[in-house]
């Protein structure tokens, strides 16, 4: 055998043992929480990770890409509570609910210490997760996700209202305005069939917990932050002044051209720039 035909054999079968590896490395878990079992997708091994919390009616598929990504590093995504392939109790789905599920994780994998990125109605989780659990928090990445009221209640009550009165007749318009600057229509069809594929009894209560004022204490935020946000006129001209109010170590970037699911639209420009920050602070041991 030539030389040549010896190096496309050799690299042949280095890609598919690559792809071999990507296929079996990611693991499905449960973790115990309580009397209810949390899914998790888990990839490495370690005790830091990266933890991936999805959010509102979404799922730890949303991260596929990032659970793909990252090299050596311990990856974790997770289905809060109600979502994904977790149980789903009736019961009150409040952002400490889902911070606490999420260290039950955390002990499960064996994981000491993570820096948690939070989609969405995952920020405010992952903010409750460092207020419980601050020596188990080594950074936080905000994705375009909210750090304080944006509205007052009186707005929230009525955009509430139509929910309450019928879920299945209102949220597809609300996951339409969602999903709506997406440019991918396939992608836009598999996260609306996901969101409206949660029962409506966790979305309902995951929602009005989320606009509950005491989640959004101005309590200092002493650890790295990052901030990666769509722009839009949802983010008040003052958003990266209040945030740098709350975290002194805050690096806040903001994107054109992105819809709310922007880890899922620039997969790569994403996890490159948590990438950076994981470095630039020697987090998980970069």
């Known amino acids: 055998m030539s030389v040549v035909k010896r190096l496309v054999v050799l690299a042949s079968f280095f890609v598919l043992f690559t792809v071999t590896v990507?296929?079996?490395?990611?693991?499905?878990?449960f973790a115990k929480f309580g009397e209810v079992k949390i899914?998790?997708?888990?990839?490495?091994?370690?005790d830091q990770a990266l933890v991936f919390v999805h959010g509102w009616t979404c799922n730890s598929d949303f991260w596929r890409a990032q659970m793909n990504d990252f090299g050596s590093l311990h990856l974790i995504a997770?289905?809060?509570?109600?979502?994904?392939?977790?149980?789903?109790?009736q019961i009150a789905y409040t952002m400490e609910y889902f911070a606490r599920s999420i260290e039950a994780v955390l002990i499960d994998a064996k994981v000491k210490r993570a820096v948690l990125v939070g989609h969405s109605m995952g920020t405010p989780v992952v903010r409750q997760f460092y207020r419980l659990f601050p020596e188990k928090t080594a950074g936080l990445v905000i994705v375009d996700g909210a750090l304080?009221?944006?509205f007052p209640k009186e707005q929230v009550d009525q955009f509430m209202e139509p929910m309450k009165a019928d879920y299945k007749a209102a949220a597809p318009g609300i996951v339409d305005g969602m999903v709506a600057p997406?440019?991918?229509?396939?992608?836009?069809g598999e996260v609306k069939t996901?969101?409206?594929?949660?029962?409506?009894?966790?979305?309902?209560?995951?929602?009005?917990?989320?606009?509950?004022?005491?989640?959004?204490?101005?309590?200092?935020?002493?650890?790295?932050?990052?901030?990666?946000?769509?722009k839009s006129p949802f983010w008040p001209p003052d958003?990266?002044?209040?945030?740098?109010?709350?975290?002194?170590?805050?690096?806040?970037?903001e994107w054109d051209g992105v819809s709310h699911f922007l880890m899922m639209e620039k997969p790569a420009e994403f996890?490159?720039?948590?990438?950076?920050?994981?470095?630039?602070?020697?987090?998980?041991?970069k």
């Open 194 to 230: 996901a969101m409206l594929s949660t029962p409506d009894f966790v979305a309902l209560s995951a929602m009005e917990n989320m606009f509950d004022p005491s989640v959004y204490q101005t309590d200092t935020i002493k650890v790295p932050v990052l901030a990666v946000l769509a």
């Open 39 to 46: 899914h998790y997708q888990n990839r490495g091994k370690g």
């Open 78 to 89: 997770i289905d809060l509570a109600g979502h994904g392939k977790s149980d789903k109790p």
């Open 182 to 188: 997406m440019k991918d229509e396939k992608l836009k």
């Open 239 to 253: 958003t990266e002044t209040f945030l740098r109010s709350l975290a002194p170590n805050l690096q806040y970037v």
């Open 271 to 285: 996890d490159q720039t948590v990438d950076g920050f994981l470095s630039k602070n020697k987090l998980l041991g």
């Open 148 to 150: 304080r009221m944006m």
């Open 22 to 29: 990507s296929a079996v490395e990611i693991e499905s878990r």
